[in-house]
């Protein structure tokens, strides 16, 4: 069956440090794949996406990369800020026009000063 | 401005009864969604419509049905109501089809509800 796992549920780090999250996916073909934040009472908010022909995308403190033979994404954040304390959802989509996004349950990440 | 606003915020209702959430986007989006996001914190679609046309519709029980009256508005009427349905829904909009070009979702900030 088809799943997709962020493997951590939490994750703390300290200040300054590069934070990353990893999402893994099985038995998927993925098109491209999507990295949200979500704070507490509020809706995921997009961040970066990535497609399969690529290989990292950056923005700001921010990087996505993408291996689709490890069938694996890794999410960075560099310099971690306690403002970056939220959780972090990948989504994968597939080539079919509709299907839709499916998202992973989110790594919650604690930035400690 | 609001780009995807839904109401109310919080729903406390009990069982048996019927209620409805409204959600509004002024993107200009053409698709909009409807997902639930339960206690374990997946968030899973349950319905998307392109241009008030029902294009997903996911295994959901019948007695969520949702509503499109144009474009920019997509209701989620919920018969019946059971103490399982408590969860976060949350409306979402993007420029494409589902799965298609990679648009971003954008969300609203969701509705509690909370069945007793």
């Known amino acids: 069956s088809q799943k997709i796992e962020q493997n951590s549920e939490a994750l703390n780090i300290q200040e300054g440090k590069t934070a990353t999250l990893t999402c893994n996916y099985t038995?998927?073909?993925?098109?491209?794949l999507q990295w949200y934040r979500q704070d507490p009472g509020r809706g995921p908010v997009f961040l970066l996406l990535?497609?399969?022909?690529?290989k990292e995308k950056r923005k700001e403190r921010l990087k996505v990369t993408f291996d689709t033979t490890l069938k694996q994404s890794l999410f960075h954040i560099t310099a971690s800020q306690p403002a970056d304390s939220a959780t972090y959802l990948c989504?994968?989509?597939?080539?079919?026009?509709?299907?839709?996004?499916?998202f992973g349950k989110g790594t919650r990440l604690s930035v400690i000063a | 401005d609001t780009a995807v606003s839904q109401t109310p915020k919080y729903l406390v209702t009990q069982m048996g009864n019927d209620k409805s959430i409204k959600c509004e986007q002024n993107?200009?989006?053409?698709?909009m969604y409807w997902y639930k996001q339960d206690s374990k914190k997946f968030l899973k679609i349950m319905f998307s419509?392109?241009?008030?046309?029902?294009?997903i519709n996911e295994t959901v029980p019948n007695r969520f049905s949702p509503k499109s009256p144009d474009k920019a508005h997509l209701n989620l009427h919920i018969n019946s109501l059971e103490l399982g349905d408590s969860a976060v829904y949350f409306c979402?909009?993007?420029?494409?089809?589902?799965?298609?070009?990679?648009?971003?979702?954008?969300f609203g900030n969701g509705t509690r509800l909370t069945v007793t």
């Open positions: 979402a909009s993007s420029q494409d089809r589902a799965g298609s070009g990679g648009s971003p979702l954008h």
């Open positions: 038995n998927y073909s993925p098109a491209y």
């Open positions: 990535i497609r399969e022909n690529e």
């Open positions: 989504a994968l989509a597939l080539y079919s026009g509709n299907t839709p996004l499916v």
């Open positions: 993107l200009g989006h053409d698709t």
């Open positions: 419509y392109n241009n008030k046309e029902l294009i």
